[in-house]
């Protein structure tokens, strides 16, 4: 082979997807870097969050009740006389917990149905019109409906933003594997008898993982917004549990006097959904080849 057929061939050969190759692509671009680096001290704060404050998020201070920021409180105090800096890290934690059980669950669901429509032609027709049904209803309005049906708790916060989010993920699923099933490997792994499920896991699900991973990211940020939404409505977590949209809608009545009741809570929960979605923003950069190319 001549030297200038070897350089070509090198030249189309993709670069490597090990864990070096995307720490040093990732180290090229500093905006995923940081939004990483937010998220973190976000779980960390809200991890240690009784660590972090001397006060209880429940315990009530009537002579203390609406205090702007100080040395005692750096947050302020609410109506109530709770501590808002702590009150805002143990928000954190109901955030995250719905916002990551809801992309794992609409992750997995959803992968189910995207494999199974995406191979199996019979079955395509009638799983993605059941997701066409679903994708039609708004998913706050689903979220609301199903909040107003049952009894307010976190796990019925986490399946009412669950069945809107699975239908996006099926469809991606589907789309991957509808491409994936007609490469020649595919089919020649079927044609030498290579049974379904070591097909499905050693040559269709890999190329699932890619995208999977950047729409969960998506799927989290998406999660915390709308749990704050129905909580800020008064049909999300229950009123005892403290969350940035709780905190937000009791603090709304007296913003004209004590606006650090919305003010903290607020920039915390943007941080944590801006920090997510530049996340899944570099992963998507880092894990598309087309992409890293330019990296």
């Not at 530049?278 to 087309?290: C, E, F, Q, S, Y």
């Amino acid at each position: 082979m001549a030297a200038t057929d070897i350089t070509a061939a090198a030249a189309i050969i993709p670069r490597s997807r090990s864990a070096t190759g995307l720490l040093r692509r990732a180290a090229r671009r500093p905006l995923p870097v940081l939004g990483s680096a937010l998220l973190i001290v976000l779980i960390l704060s809200a991890l240690f969050a009784p660590w972090l404050t001397p006060y209880d998020p429940f315990e009530m201070n009537v002579v203390d009740r609406l205090l702007p920021p100080n040395e005692t409180y750096w947050f302020g105090t609410d109506a109530f006389g709770r501590d808002i800096f702590t009150r805002t890290l143990y928000g954190g934690r109901v955030s995250l917990v719905i916002g990551a059980a809801v992309a794992v669950a609409a992750t997995l669901v959803g992968l189910l149905i995207g494999v199974v429509a995406g191979y199996f032609r019979t079955a395509d027709a009638i799983l993605m019109r059941i997701m066409d049904g679903l994708m039609a209803i708004p998913g706050i309005l689903l979220a609301i409906a199903l909040m107003s049906l049952t009894r307010a708790s976190i796990w019925v916060v986490i399946l009412a933003i669950t069945i809107p989010e699975v239908p996006r993920v099926a469809r991606l699923v589907r789309s991957v594997v509808l491409s994936v099933r007609e490469q020649v490997y595919i089919q020649a792994a079927s044609a030498v008898g290579t049974r379904f499920p070591r097909l499905m896991l050693r040559h269709i699900l890999p190329n699932t993982f890619a995208p999977l991973i950047v729409q969960a990211t998506y799927i989290a940020a998406s999660a915390v917004l709308v749990e704050s939404y129905l909580s800020f409505l008064g049909v999300g977590t229950p009123p005892e549990i403290p969350s940035w949209g709780n905190i937000i809608a009791e603090g709304r009545l007296y913003v004209q006097i004590a606006f650090w009741n919305i003010l903290f809570p607020s920039v915390f929960l943007a941080v944590m959904v801006l920090s997510i979605n530049i996340l899944g923003d570099g992963l998507r950069d880092m894990l598309d080849p087309r992409l890293a190319r330019r990296i």
